[in-house]
């Protein structure tokens, strides 16, 4: 820290919350105190010159800001990130901060797809990470100014705006250029193993060997007519993956004269996956304005447009239709192109049952998708045009009052198309029943939201020793968002691919959201003479879901203290800075659908005809959620600030939270929404800055941070405890519990303890299987938790843990000397279980289906110590039911990001400056968890955090890039 900022704070400009200076100390943490909204107070923010030149907002910020928890979805182009603050707040609300882009609430489409199977976008999908000034984070007191919006924190984006004093025109230019590599995948089966594995589990099924052998040929030792067939090596992964191509580029005008600014930007970003053709264009601009109508009004505009256009492919535990389990699954003895039986290689997909040799085969055989037409021959495509209008008014009344005026207009509309190609060329499995050879699936999604607000802002300094600020204002916010979507399958054949020309199961569904919230709030910020300084806020919020006898209107309040010690002149010369905070806060959440409150129905097909039935049994009792917190926070810097520490803590209690609670079905609804739940929650967040040199010329800086949030159900309504089936992704009998005093979203299900090694082992166990039969060598050795009986059943299911981080953080160390830096992150999450649902697939050991390297070490023999139990097809004895084998722990480090910079003056009478580097992401990971990436996330759902359901593992990516001055 600079000893100008020191000095500047100790002449009266302290945040109540102590949590604003030290961040000025940590590497991509700053003291802000120009952020444009109502409080004009420290917050902790994230600059643009921090961001690590990534391509999406949402893994820019990863890390940045402590307690933020950001987990990257996928390496599906355009997939963005999971975002949590603080913990669970909420079991039917969005958990995930509020977004406020220039002071205006935005909600993003934040739903998995139902067009493109496990596929969720980035909420910032329309913002190019150039164009963001600076993303900063409000939380307790400073949140509660957002009423029913702000209980789980705001996250701050502030664009470039047209507010330079510079008046020269001033043009820059950004390009980055890279390539993406594939990530690790999980190892299966060679030739030779592979065929071992299929004599085993094939016995299982046939009998003999012999009579296994009619059906698969190819594990005969001698040539046949099938060899052809049979005679590959193929490496599938390699077939559907390879490196990709990624550049961002910017051109950008600023300039103007003392009465109109402008600051003008056009950009390109090409975010390439490298799973297929997978890829992700965006072209947008934003212009921005700033024009003095008069010495007391100005009035300013931002226009943002966006057009994004994707190609992508389905994810999930989806065996037809998702590459990964494909290739994990397919033999490596078949090709994946069509074959003559002299070995002629056609250029034409292999169909999933060209090697099915039998046309009346013992039993029905195991077939696969053919991996390498899924990423070639589907196509998923994803369109979203953005256009966003801000336009504001400042009428300064004198030099003590500023009144403004702003409204906002967001128009976004989403096309997704999928078509799966399967009756032209079979070479992909049918979707629906054996009969659904193609597939085709539409969907439009089209929203606006419209955003009014009025404020005024009083400044005063009284007697020189009273700093007074006051703003009072109101928001109003509205959004209505219409999803529609239709699907049918075969079309007559693969080159007719729209809803036009399906001829079965035609389904068409959609839905309305309406959401209206109004806020009034009243905020003051009191100082006494530097030492002591008092934020009070009132908020009176009402929304559009509050139930028609529940009150419309709830008030937010929330205090807060900061005492700045080091003003007393008490403190040793080595303390630089001392501050001591303490407040108290309540916040909302009102984010979910205004329709549980009311009567509405949904379309529906029954019989292929189009119904409407009643969708839920409405609560006119309902409100929105409370969450009051109480927070204490000290800030030290010694040294002048060669070393900086801040620690954070916090509890908070969550009521009034919905509940949806099974009720009888004559009321024709399954569900009825009530505010019956709580939780509790407490964590902290200390963040360390320490300089071991720091001179004119070079500085060495080594920082860290370390959060946790810890939440326990306090109240579930009626009950004790609450259940989730998954039954819907591919009948996946994995569950998820929530229960009273214990943490949510804990997955529930059997203990293990290794594998019986020997008949005798088995029969002394005098246990019973889930199915009611005695367990048998090689079998899982299940615990019996409940010791009053001798059967494995439901009862003797336990919480296995959470995919919550006991705690995570960041370790940043930055080497710079004179205008050469370079810097090294790592992030890192500690505790966090994951359901490993891929390994699950390739270890069960109940198929003809290829499997992963561990199965070498399955039960085989009486005594074996294995580590797996025994191969038997179809898994008659229930050794891969959900259980803890399935779920590891999903700790890790990773060096996130790596950059050499070089910064220099004018260059060739070109440019005044510029920056030039390069550049390494997630270059490398140390974590125990077997899966292809210990950092995943299904969708922004938190129930569905920690399921490994095959997406695409994050790639490495290396980029050059430069920015040029003119």
Excluded at 37 to 43: E, G, L, N
Aim: with cysteine; proline share 3%; glycine share 8%.
């Amino acid at each position: 820290m600079k000893k100008s900022k020191i000095v500047e704070i100790n002449k009266g400009r302290y945040h109540l919350r102590v949590v604003i200076l030290l961040i000025a100390l940590l590497p991509g943490i700053i003291m802000q105190s120009q952020i444009k909204d109502s409080t004009d107070v420290f917050r902790l923010a994230v600059s643009n010159e921090n961001f690590n030149k990534k391509l999406s907002l949402d893994l820019a910020i990863q890390d940045k800001i402590p307690g933020l928890l950001l987990v990257g979805k996928s390496g599906m182009p355009n997939e963005g990130a999971f975002l949590n603050y603080r913990g669970i707040h909420t079991f039917t609300a969005s958990n995930s901060p509020l977004v406020v882009i220039n002071g205006i609430p935005y909600f993003g489409n934040e739903d998995v797809s139902k067009v493109i199977n496990g596929y969720s976008r980035s909420i910032f999908s329309s913002l190019n990470v150039n164009d963001i000034k600076k993303v900063s984070l409000l939380n307790g007191s400073e949140a509660a100014m957002y009423g029913s919006l702000g209980s789980n924190g705001v996250l701050l984006i502030e664009t470039e705006q047209a507010t330079s004093n510079n008046l020269d025109t001033k043009i820059s230019f950004s390009g980055q250029y890279g390539i993406r590599t594939p990530n690790r995948t999980i190892p299966t089966l060679g030739i030779a193993d592979y065929k071992n594995y299929m004599q085993d589990i094939g016995t299982t099924r046939y009998g003999s060997l012999s009579s296994l052998v009619k059906d698969y040929p190819f594990l005969e030792n001698a040539d046949n007519y099938y060899t052809y067939l049979f005679n590959n090596n193929t490496d599938w992964f390699s077939q559907i993956q390879s490196q990709a191509f990624v550049t961002d580029n910017v051109f950008r005008v600023e300039g103007g004269d003392a009465i109109a600014k402008y600051n003008m930007s056009f950009g390109y970003t090409s975010d390439g996956g490298v799973m297929g053709q997978t890829k992700s264009d965006r072209y947008h601009t934003l212009i921005n304005t700033n024009i003095l109508v008069s010495r007391k009004v100005d009035i300013f505009a931002n226009v943002g447009l966006a057009y994004t256009t994707s190609k992508l492919l389905e994810q999930g535990l989806s065996n037809e239709t998702n590459p990964i389990l494909a290739a994990s699954l397919a033999m490596p003895i078949i090709s994946p192109f069509k074959k003559e039986s002299n070995g002629n290689i056609l250029n034409r997909y292999a169909y999933y049952n060209e090697w099915n040799v039998n046309a009346n085969p013992t039993f029905e055989y195991d077939n696969v998708s053919n991996p390498l037409a899924i990423v070639n021959t589907v196509l998923g495509t994803d369109k979203i045009y953005d256009a966003n209008i801000r336009l504001g008014l400042n009428y300064h009344a004198n030099r003590f009052l500023t009144f403004t005026g702003l409204l906002n207009i967001n128009i976004n509309y989403t096309e997704e198309s999928n078509f799966i190609p399967g009756i032209t060329d079979h070479a992909i499995i049918p979707q629906y029943f054996g009969e659904g050879f193609n597939t085709v699936r539409r969907g439009v999604m089209q929203s606006r939201s419209d955003f009014y607000a009025l404020n005024a802002v009083y400044k005063r300094k009284f007697n020189s020793v009273h700093d007074f600020k006051g703003t009072a204002g109101v928001r109003y916010f509205g959004q209505k968002m219409e999803t529609d979507l239709g699907s049918g399958y075969n079309t007559s054949n693969d080159y007719y691919s729209s809803l036009d020309h399906v001829t079965e199961n035609e389904r068409i569904d959609g839905n309305n959201v309406e959401y209206k919230w109004l806020n009034y709030y009243v905020n003051g910020d009191y100082t006494f003479n530097r030492i002591l300084k008092a934020n009070l806020n009132v908020a009176l919020d009402g929304s559009s879901v509050s139930g028609i006898d529940a009150p419309r209107f709830n008030i937010f309040p929330s205090l807060g203290v900061t005492g700045v010690l080091g003003n007393l002149d008490i403190l040793p010369d080595a303390v630089s800075l001392l501050n001591l905070t303490a407040e108290v806060s309540r916040t909302g959440n009102s984010r979910f659908s205004s329709n549980y409150a009311k009567n509405y129905y949904q379309n529906s097909n029954l019989f292929n005809l189009g119904t409407i039935v009643r969708q839920n049994v409405p609560n006119t009792n309902l409100q929105c959620e409370k969450n009051n917190q109480i927070e204490f926070g000290v800030d030290v810097a010694l040294f002048k600030s060669l070393i900086d520490l801040h620690a954070n803590y916090y509890f908070a209690k969550s009521t009034d939270l919905l509940v949806a609670r099974s009720i009888s079905s004559v009321y024709g609804s399954a569900e009825y929404y009530d505010n019956t739940g709580s939780i509790a929650t407490q964590g902290m967040e200390i963040m360390l800055r320490f300089y071991p040199v720091k001179t004119k010329d070079f500085d060495w800086s080594i920082s860290g941070t370390i959060a946790n949030a810890k939440s326990k159900i306090v109240a579930l309504g009626n009950t004790d405890e609450l259940t989730m089936s998954f039954k819907q992704y591919n009948n996946d009998d994995v569950t998820i519990m929530m229960k009273k005093g214990e943490s949510p979203y804990q997955f529930y299900g059997y203990l293990t303890d290794g594998v019986y090694s020997t008949t005798s082992e088995a029969n002394a166990s005098g246990l019973t299987n889930i199915y009611g039969e005695s367990v048998q060598a090689g079998d899982t050795k299940f615990v019996n938790v409940n010791d009053n009986d001798n059967l494995i059943n439901a009862n003797d299911k336990v919480l296995l843990g959470s995919a919550t981080p006991d705690f995570f953080g960041k370790l940043n160390t930055t080497f710079r000397y004179k205008k050469i830096s370079f810097s090294a992150d790592f992030g890192y999450s500690v505790g966090n279980k994951a359901y490993n649902a891929v390994r699950r697939e390739l270890e069960s050991m109940s198929t003809f289906n290829n499997q992963s390297e561990p199965v070498l070490n399955r039960w085989q023999v009486e005594g074996q110590n294995a580590a797996l139990p025994r191969a038997v097809y179809g898994d008659p004895a229930g050794n891969n039911v959900f259980s803890d084998r399935w779920i590891e722990d999903a700790s890790y480090i990773k060096l996130r990001n790596l950059t050499l910079q070089y910064d220099f003056g004018k260059l060739l009478n070109i440019c005044q400056s510029g920056t030039i580097y390069i550049t390494g992401d997630n270059v490398l990971t140390f974590t125990k968890y077997l899966g292809s990436d210990p950092e995943f996330s299904y969708s922004t759902a938190d129930f569905m955090q920690g399921f490994d359901y095959a997406k695409v593992a994050r790639p490495k990516t290396i980029q050059v890039g430069f920015q040029l001055y003119f």
